[in-house]
């Protein structure tokens, strides 16, 4: 018998199951929308790769800084398989996530922090990780330290095979009002307010801010902005802009911290949904300033996405070639995909993705073409499916 | 209309049956099959075949108590079968990852054709479900049964991807143990 078998025979499950398994289920916590805010953005990562100028049959991509032109009406999938990694195949800061401070439970937010941004040491403690697959406890004694600005009690960084990374309370804790929040993370310090997006006319347009500084202002007049807890402040309908909030100090990428015109700001950099309200004309005059004071620029998709042919595998690279996608195939690119790093490596070693194997990169830097096209930043990669009727993946 | 009444016009091979199908269950069983062939037209092209399987198929079955799940098996079914038939459905590439995933719960894959019968599997299946925790149980299905993908499964569940997939990846080996400790040949 086969998985294809197995995956058939699964109908023969009691419809009892079938039945509970469909029922809506109860939201454990706030964190809901903000799993479905990250799967927009993966929406947005597929659709921002097609979403520009259209010639005849043709269709110009950005990405990574570059511009390629690819056959229009292709259709992608990479869909993401259940993998747990072995241990040997976590990065450092996947293996060890969890560290006990002084009775406190800080996490991993799995992002680096440089040096500059450190303060005092708190001491050494044991950091702990969990292997799934061995039910094994690993522990390592590292040091601990304080984030410039930042309350020890909320977010630390610790010192992991030589690079401090960002740990963050893992406990939900309601702060009574923005003031504490403003405080204990130095917000207006350690958090910039140089891009949004505006939803004008159900399309999303994005633009940069020259100074947040009014921004800030407006919020300290805010401080005494009670907490909400309410679930159903949300309206996809309301008038909002969403600025990008991508901190190292606070260890956060590409999250979003919203101002809508009736009165509320809502963010989940602290993963848990956080809401306040600050009332209606406060958050006009930061939404009114935020339009005076910025300009349009391109959408910055969540991360960029390459697509194409595995073609060769060095220790130092993987050569991907995206002739496959090409409206004139002559004109094929080939990009250097830096081996080296374990998220990339894992996939080849341990996922057996080999040469021939249609391939999707996602990435986070730029493309050097200079450098003989070096994929910047690339932190995953995965089998992919392209339908236009040239190129399948058979069962 | 209740279940019952809509498998009675079945049995009297009142074609409102069908109707009364469409209207009560349509959009859900619609779902289901998109959820699979992700193709909204192919996705009715299953809804309409369900419905011609189901005409079929009652009697001699009679669902008075499960006509929902008794009409998602059969969409399953043909949904699966119309991604494998038309390979360039680019849905075909996520039925082959979870074809993977599922023959991590086989103690001992082979290309024998399956030797273990409709009756004994899902004696086998049912007797492992029972096991689960009602969240746990309810991801498996939603993973395997429904086909769901990770994200929507997080979503759904209020719970993170890396959460998810480290359930499956238990479920996935409980199963094994499982089936193993249980004696059965698959």
């Avoid at chain 2, 023959?103 to 024998?112: G, L, R, S, T």
Wanted: charged letters at 25%; proline letters at 2%; hydrophobic letters at 40%.
């Amino acid at each position: 018998m086969r998985g294809k078998d197995f995956l058939d025979k699964m109908e023969q499950i009691d419809p009892a199951y079938i039945e509970a398994a469909d029922k809506p289920a109860k939201k454990k916590n706030n964190l809901a929308k903000w799993t479905a805010i990250a799967a927009c953005l993966s929406i947005v990562l597929l659709a921002g790769f097609f979403a520009f100028r259209v010639k005849n049959d043709t269709l110009s991509v950005s990405f990574g800084g570059i511009t390629r032109d690819y056959k229009k009406d292709l259709s992608i999938t990479a869909d993401e398989a259940a993998i747990v990694w072995p241990w040997e195949y976590k990065t450092i800061s996947e293996q060890y996530t969890t560290v006990i401070v002084d009775g406190r439970k800080f996490i991993s937010r799995g992002r680096p922090i440089s040096a500059s941004l450190l303060g005092e040491t708190i001491g050494t403690y044991d950091v702990i990780g969990f292997d799934f697959l061995t039910e094994k406890e690993y522990r390592m004694v590292s040091e601990v330290r304080c984030i410039s600005h930042i309350s020890k009690n909320y977010i630390v960084a610790v010192n992991l095979g030589g690079e401090f990374y960002v740990f963050q309370y893992s406990e939900y804790e309601q702060p009574a009002n923005l003031g504490e929040v403003l405080d204990y993370y130095s917000l207006a310090q350690t958090l910039n307010f140089d891009r949004f997006t505006i939803r004008d006319n159900s399309a999303e347009k994005e633009y940069l801010l020259n100074d947040d500084q009014y921004i800030w202002d407006i919020l300290n007049t805010c401080r005494d902005a009670k907490f909400i807890e309410k679930d159903n402040v949300w309206d996809q309908n309301k008038k909002y802009i969403g600025f990008t909030a991508t901190s190292d100090a606070l260890g956060v990428y590409k999250r979003v911290f919203y101002v809508t015109s009736d009165g509320y700001i809502e963010t989940n950099i602290f993963d848990f949904r956080y809401t306040f309200e600050i009332g209606a004309d406060a958050a006009n005059q930061i939404i009114s300033y935020a339009a005076e004071n910025s300009a349009e620029c391109a959408i910055e998709p969540y991360t960029y996405s390459l697509v194409g042919t595995l073609v060769e595998i060095t220790d130092e690279f993987i050569f991907i070639d995206d002739s496959i996608l090409c409206s004139n195939q002559s004109k094929g690119m080939v990009f250097k995909i830096p081996a080296n790093d374990l998220r990339i490596r894992r996939h080849i070693d341990f996922e057996r993705i080999g040469v021939g194997d249609i391939v999707m990169v996602n990435f986070t830097g730029n493309i050097d073409v200079e450098a003989g096209n070096i994929v910047e930043g690339a932190y995953s990669l995965s089998r992919a499916a392209i339908s236009d009727g040239e190129v399948f993946v058979n069962e | 209309m209740e279940d019952y009444e809509i498998v009675e016009l079945y049995l009297s091979r009142n074609e409102a049956a069908i109707q009364q199908t469409s209207e009560k269950f349509g959009n859900r069983l619609r779902l289901l099959a998109y959820n699979i062939v992700k193709d909204w037209q192919t996705a009715e092209e299953c809804e309409n075949d369900a419905y011609m399987q189901t005409w079929n198929l009652i009697p001699p079955h009679s669902p008075k108590s499960y006509l929902y799940a008794f009409l998602a098996r059969i969409i399953r079914h043909i949904s699966l079968n119309c991604c494998r038939e038309r390979a360039r459905l680019k849905r075909s590439a996520f039925v082959c990852e979870l074809s993977e995933e599922m023959e991590q719960c086989i103690p001992a894959p082979d290309n024998v054709e399956c030797r273990i019968d409709d009756l004994a599997f899902g004696e086998a299946i049912n007797g492992f479900l029972h096991t689960l925790t009602k969240e746990k149980r309810n991801i498996f299905i939603r993973r395997y049964w429904y086909l769901d993908s990770i994200t929507a499964i997080a979503k759904r569940f209020a719970l993170s991807e890396s959460k998810i997939k480290t359930t499956l990846f238990r479920c996935r080996n409980q199963l094994r143990k499982y089936l193993e400790k249980e004696g059965y040949v698959l």
